[in-house]
């Protein structure tokens, strides 16, 4: 209410007074979008714990985390990478309606069977998941979809359904994984051609 009735004031006056005055207004809108934007730090600092290096470092971690567990157990890192954004968004601390835990969403009945005593550690949740997949993977003959689905919902339902549940969120979020990987297939093949254009280019 005090802003509008400042707006009002503003715009009954001379209009060389309203240049000076919306100057003012200017700076202290200014002022105050950036003690909003420091509250709006505060906030996220306090709801999820993190200072800014903290919230860097939780996507920065994963990245050699995942490099290990690929080699470790045989998984392409890509696919690593794509599971944990589409389960998590990369977010160490996720819980999902269900009860999922963690990076890679893992149940709490899954963590305990793989031995995952901290889900929300980024090391021991990424390497259970790892661990699960790869299994998942053996039981279908490193049939990537069909071990995604049943990463999603299960090598029951897969093996009842004899492929791909009819699930409309197991069939997105298989079909948003294999995207990604296909996306980063396509920059793999046109990456070299670029260096090559541009090697071409420098020796002319």
Known sequence: MSDLRQHLRLMTRPSWERTRSGARTTRRRSGAARRIGGCAALVLTVLFGYT???????????????????????????????????????????????????????????????????????????????????????RFDNNVPLALAAYNAGHVAVIQHRGIPPYPQTRAYVNRILKRLERRDAAARVIPVVRRTGQRAAER
């Not at 996507?59 to 690929?70: L, W």
């Not at 963690?102 to 709490?108: C, D």
């Open 52 to 138: 800014a290096s903290q919230r860097r470092a939780a996507f920065e971690e994963p990245r050699a985390i995942i490099k290990e567990a690929a080699d470790r157990y045989g998984v392409d890192e890509a696919l690593i990478a794509a599971v944990i954004e589409a389960e998590s968004q990369f977010n160490p601390r996720a819980v999902s309606r269900r009860g999922a835990q963690g990076l890679m969403q893992l149940m709490p009945r899954t963590a305990a069977s793989l031995g995952v005593a901290d889900p929300f550690s980024p090391r021991e949740n990424i390497d259970g998941g790892v661990r699960h997949l790869r299994a998942l993977m053996d």
